[in-house]
C-alpha cells in the first residue's frame, strides 16, 4: 500500500501564502493524475485542482488565480502553491494520485490549512 505524505500545511494571516506538498513512500507508476482536495468544516470534500501527466491543469472556480498546482515527475510529487489565502480557505487538505486504469488512487492523510487573522 503506497503512503502519500503531506507536508507545508499551517496557520497564516489572511492574504498570506503557503506551500503544499505530497509525495509518495516509494515508487509508483508513471502518467498519473495528481490532485488536491478540501475539506472545510461541515462541508463536503471538494476538488482544488489536479494536473494530469502532460501538465495541464484544472482549478476550482474559487480558487482560480490565487492557486497553481505542479509537479515534479522525478520525484513523483505533486505542490500546491497557494497565494492570496482567504478565510474561506480554511480545511483539511488532502492530495490524490490515481490512474485511468485505478480511478481511486491513493489518498495523504491530510494537512490543516487555516487561514486566521
Known amino acids: 500500500q503506497v503512503q502519500l505524505v503531506e507536508s507545508g500545511g499551517g496557520l497564516v494571516q489572511p492574504g498570506g501564502s503557503l506551500r503544499l506538498s505530497c509525495a509518495p513512500d516509494?515508487?509508483?507508476?508513471?502518467?498519473?493524475?495528481m490532485g488536491w482536495y478540501r475539506r472545510a468544516p461541515g462541508k463536503q470534500r471538494e476538488l482544488v485542482a489536479f494536473?494530469?501527466?502532460?501538465?495541464?491543469?484544472n482549478y476550482a472556480d474559487s480558487v482560480k488565480g490565487r492557486f497553481t498546482i505542479s509537479r515534479d515527475n522525478a520525484k513523483d510529487t505533486v505542490y500546491l502553491q497557494m497565494n492570496s489565502l482567504e478565510p474561506e480557505d480554511t480545511a483539511v487538505y488532502y492530495c490524490?494520485?490515481?490512474?485511468?486504469?485505478?480511478?481511486?488512487?491513493?489518498w495523504g492523510q491530510g494537512t490543516q490549512v487555516t487561514v486566521s487573522s
Open positions: 490524490n494520485i490515481r490512474w485511468t486504469w485505478f480511478p481511486r488512487g491513493y
Open positions: 516509494r515508487s509508483i507508476p508513471t502518467n498519473s493524475i
Open positions: 494536473i494530469n501527466s502532460d501538465g495541464s491543469t
